[in-house]
């Protein structure tokens, strides 16, 4: 049987290589059925050092037997789906609309986009070609979050997350790299959040939720001391420890039962209102820790 071929539009990160290697492993669901045939390397237009990895990622696509092409046009011709893993989140909506318009399947990397207005252009892109797309931080498909409901937890009460919350000038700050984070918190917590708040000093912040069932979930990003990726959650019968990070797998397996299916783990409505999260945190902060409502965004 032929594999189902896979394209890659984006080598300027190491996810674009570290997906490419769990979907050839054979280690993962239906890695049997797919292939990762070809890829686009542009990514980051303006990320100075996002762009000098591209060399680099684009020689370890090769060595994986990955045909590099000169175009995405070039690329929709020769696939049947799209990971799209450029780095910078301003430049998803020019490359995904191609993707959208050619009707290809497509995983997005996270951001969806680089600001509120490209995430709703891509959202509704996909409904005008009738394409299945999703967006996804690694994190959401952490192991122990997979597990949830093997745990005797009963309700979920809430939950804390932590992560890295480095920050990208060009982009809503917590949208870089405290989405990972965040992304683990609406996993566990659900999308119904109305509110946040945001306490932030240079090395930390502290982001408070407020569900609309009257649950509170916090998020800790750091961008000092020890890096690492974690969190609990809290049941009516028991707690949770959430473990680290572990790798790519999970979410290379998301994405192969995603172009099996055609249906998406997470739906572009949660993954807009984890970004209008990400926003109304930074209107929080420039607004000394107001409660902001995400119907504002």
Not at 183 to 199: H, N, Q, S, T, Y
Not at 206 to 235: C, E, H, K, P
Request: hydrophobic share 45%; glycine share 10%; aromatic share 10%.
């Amino acid at each position: 049987m032929d594999k189902k071929r896979i394209g890659v539009i984006g080598l300027d990160a190491l996810h674009a290589v570290e997906l490419t290697k769990s979907i050839s492993s054979g280690r993962i669901k239906d890695s049997a059925l797919f292939s990762v045939v070809a890829a686009f390397p542009k990514g980051s237009k303006t990320l100075e050092y996002r762009i000098k990895n591209v060399p680099k990622y684009t020689q370890q696509m090769r060595d994986m037997g990955v045909e590099i092409v000169d175009s995405i046009e070039h690329l929709l011709k020769m696939v049947d789906y799209i990971i799209l893993t450029s780095n910078d989140g301003h430049v998803h909506l020019e490359q995904a609309l191609e993707v959208m318009k050619a009707g290809k399947p497509m995983f997005i990397d996270k951001p969806l986009a680089g600001n509120w207005d490209d995430a709703v252009a891509i959202v509704k892109a996909a409904e005008k070609y009738n394409v299945p797309v999703f967006s996804s931080s690694s994190l959401r498909f952490n192991d122990s979050i997979l597990a949830l409901k093997e745990h005797d937890l009963g309700d979920i009460l809430g939950a804390h997350t932590f992560s890295p919350a480095s920050l990208e000038p060009n982009l809503p700050e917590l949208l870089w790299y405290g989405v990972h984070g965040i992304e683990m918190l609406f996993a566990i917590m659900g999308a119904d959040c109305k509110a946040v708040k945001r306490i932030s000093t240079p090395d930390f912040d502290y982001l408070i939720g407020f569900w609309n069932d009257g649950r509170i979930g916090t998020f800790r990003g750091f961008r000092n001391g020890a890096s690492g990726f974690g969190g609990f959650v809290l049941g009516s019968k028991n707690n949770l420890e959430i473990g680290k990070f572990g790798g790519y797998d999970n979410l290379a397996a998301a994405i192969l039962q995603f172009f099996k299916t055609g249906i998406a783990p997470v739906s572009l409505q949660e993954t807009l209102k984890i970004i209008a999260f990400t926003i109304a945190a930074d209107r929080s902060k420039q607004t000394n820790g107001e409660l902001i409502s995400l119907q504002n965004i």
